[in-house]
């Protein structure tokens, strides 16, 4: 769903104004579970491109949440590195082993893809916590990191001043992806899902465009992970188990799989739900959360992004009919 | 030489859990073409069901037989109620429902048994056999999984529900055209595969101790030894089982300084290498796409 | 005259003055802590890996009920606003972020597991708030001096593994121990604790270790290891799944070695029975807390007091598991600190009351076992006593042990 036309540029930037006056009038605490929202579309938005856009199915997006997140935290804790650098630092090293990965995963499809994905998500607490790694990744104990002041001493508390940065990465990452998508490249990856034999046939070199997104997606999601440290303060083994991975994909199912806006969506959704779950019955968290997925599910099977098409598409057709 | 044996027999009998799991994996996956990430949850969720009934005085093979009915059961209702209305939503929305399927079970079983362990009993007893090498409940599962295995190959091959449903899953226009009621066939896979988790969790609750998060690591090993056995193939699906028990097990063993900590890792990262050599597992149909 | 009446107004006015700020400096409220109420903030996991323990929370929640029906502490009724954390970090975080700014708590309580309550502490400590009688055994936390806002309440794992290092120091100097242990924090706090016991002996002493991750579904290839390397001790430090399993596969493949136990699993209810009474005996562990099932303490009124508060308050309860007399003993203390504040309801106060509890005996502690904390001992129980299992109850053996001195 590739973003054309002035009306949704000029809804999105009615969404970052909207967003950016926020701060005035929101208590730290909603800001800070807006940014992690964020932080989780981000990485959410990183599953769309191989997911949604490219078609291959993965489960272990945590894996790359995970290695964004203790690089940006060694990266501070063990060698004093000021936070900024560490977004684009965790972004690179995550861009590599995507692409690293992307590799054998040629091999794969669909529901092998997924496996081999989940499998990645479920191995990496366990080498998080090994010991030849743990001088560095502090083993079970994790790291824990200071969270950054704002700088130039603005007047803004740290919950808010990583609330604008955050929101600033979101609207680059977003725009980026959104110019991928309309290019060339998008073009030739959407072909790649939905038909690449045909693809092959018109020339476009699958396995080196189904790698590069593989580490592209990485990439994403390695910045979300620095990001999402740097939020909590905090990285250990624990917080980045294989429900990690499912939650981002449930988050990328609701929100609309090929959908950019959706991923951010997904975000708010895998933040906020479980604490509605919650709410209702303490007991029985966990079965409202899936009865919740269920009639959403029902209600928006191609998640958010399809419904306002739909919405839309009704609107749109009923002016021109009248 | 001797801890080589007992590692290996050690690997079999947790293996044996795999396969039985492994089974139920392959049999929802002929069906659906798909994976049930909620196979796990089920199979416990019908182990609790039988718990409750041998709470409440029933005999033990009373409440087996009638736990796996009411599974099969169990199973088609869900196909019929909670899939069938998604029919044409995207396949990866069905992945989202699988897993609102886990966590509506997990929570469920939580809130009406509890979190603490219960023991659950066998039908073969615990003594050791071959100088203790395996035990005879271990014994007894191998053999209930062979059973199984051999009526799921009766089944598929020689009966011709079983053709239909090969059918309904390998081409369901053409299925329909000859007569074949689509829909049935997919909810009676989901039926058997839920009554084979079933068995699977009976037989495995005994090792393992019965409790609502008892499943999720054997559905991961599960998954590994289908994948590695090739998902088309049932006898795959239970060599692979047996396969990832002993590999983690030797593993855990014999790799120095790692081996213990990363024993899933190890297994995982076999499955993965075994998949991009031969992508369709070991024993798998290789599905050629013509252009 | 006039200066006389001045005189007077000035007398007047000062002791108005003194009255009220007197009156007003009686009752000082920090957020959270009002006339009427106190807000209690907790985060157990009730969904995810450790839900078992969820039962900890809900005993502490029917204890708050029994004494607000009771009249409250001082008058005032106990809030306890309890979330999930899933055992997550990151969830964690969130939610004591929300116990404290949105829910303004006046303290966090008993907050289980080692990586959130890690996950919390620097926020906690920032923000002032204490992070109270935390609900793991991590020696971590009796750190005063780096965190003044956060105190732990049981016995340490390192100190249990130094007592039973003690232990096999005297009654088995030539015993060759095997390990089980649980790879992460707890886990290996227990080892270190064990290794330090036994100082230079530890390297000739431990011929295996052998861990396990909670993602494994058996511990048995890991049993038939340990009997494997020669091993004729074995300190078993499991969560209560992997104990049965370990002592069900133990006797199955017939090892019988002299077995310690860490205390997390030592439930009869909850582990020695469905891992087989029989397959149980003589297994050695410590415990501070008095086992419900053991006859020897059903006469006493420290036990009646809890059945009749577990049968009035949380019915559904389990009976047989140390979760719920550990839930109750560690509301009590939690209730004795509230009471000793008085009407000086401040956080400060909180914590420097929770560093003043003296000799404290509870019905449900051991006979002998008493709290203590100061400025500089963040530790409120560091005794224990060793208990051997008979088939069908825990017998004590020895006096009352500190792990500290291990005298």
Redesign the interface.
Known sequence: MPVRTRMQWMLAAAAVVAAALLPLVA???IL??LT?AMVYGIAILGLCLLTGINGQFSLGHSAFFALGAYTAAIMMDRFGINYLWTLPAAGIVCLVFGFLFGVPALRLHGIYLALATFSLA?ATP?IL?STPLEPWTGG???I?ILKPDAPFGLPLSPDQWLYYLTLLVVVVMFGAAANLINGRTGRALIAIRDNPIAARAMGVDISLYKSLTFGVSAFYTGVAGAL?AIV???V?P??F?F??AIALFVGLVVGGVGSIPGALFGGLFVLFVPNIA?HFS??L??AIYGLILIVVIYLMPSGAAGLVKLVVNKLTRKTTAS | M??FL??VF??L??GG?YALMALAIVMIYQAIDHLNFAQGEMAMFSTFVSWQMLQWGAPYWAAFLLTIVVSFIGGVVIERVVFKPLKAAPVLSHVVVFIALFAIL??AA?FLW??????YPTPFG?T?LFG?LI?SHDAGMTVVTLVILLLLYVFFRYTRIGLAMRAAAANPESARLVGIRVGWMIALGWGMAAAIGAVAGMMIAP???L????M???L??GFAGAVVGGLTSPLGAVIGGFSVGVI??LA??YIPYVG??L??TIALALIVAVLTIKPSGLFGRVVVTRV | MKRQGLYLAAVAGLALALGTSSALAQKKYDPGASDTEIKVGNMNP????A??Y??IGKTIAAYFKKVNAEGGVNGRKINFI???DA????KA??QA??LV??DEVLLIFQSLGT?SN??I???MNAKKVPQLFVATGATKWGDPQHFPWTMGWQPSYQAEGRIYAKYLLKEKPGAKIGILYQ???YG?DYVKGMKDGLGAKAASMIVSE??Y?T????V???I??LK?SGADTFFNVTT??FA??AIKKSA???WKPLHLLNNVSQSI???L???GLENSKGILSTYYLKDPNDPTFQKDDGYKEWLAFMDKYFPDG?KS?SFTVYGYSVAQTLVQVLKQCGDNLTRENVMKQAASLKDLEFGMLLPGIKINTSATDFYPIEQMQMQRFTGDRWELIGPVMSGNDGS
């Open positions: 208590k730290n605490f800070f579970q992690l479920v366990q916590k079970v104990q994790g824990v999402g909590i303060q905090f250990a624990d917080s188990t429900s990690f919650e303490k007991g968290a966990g | 001797d801890l007992h590692q050690a690997g009998s947790t859990i997990n929570s939580g509890d979190y603490t362990i219960k023991s615990t050791p203790g035990s090792v393992v101790f409790e609502p998060n008892m999720l690591s054997i991961l090993y983690e097990n855990g063993t213990r900590e024993k899933l | 009730y969904s995810g890996p839900s078992a969820g039962m309890s979330y999930d055992y997550s970090p990151p975080v969130e972020r929300k700014e949105s990586p890690t996950a502490q620097k926020y790879n992460d924090d290996k052998q861990p991750e993602s494994d579904p058996t048995d290839s890991q038939v290891n494997a209560p799944k049965a399993q199955e493949i017939g209810g909850g582990v029975k469905p891992a389990d598991s």
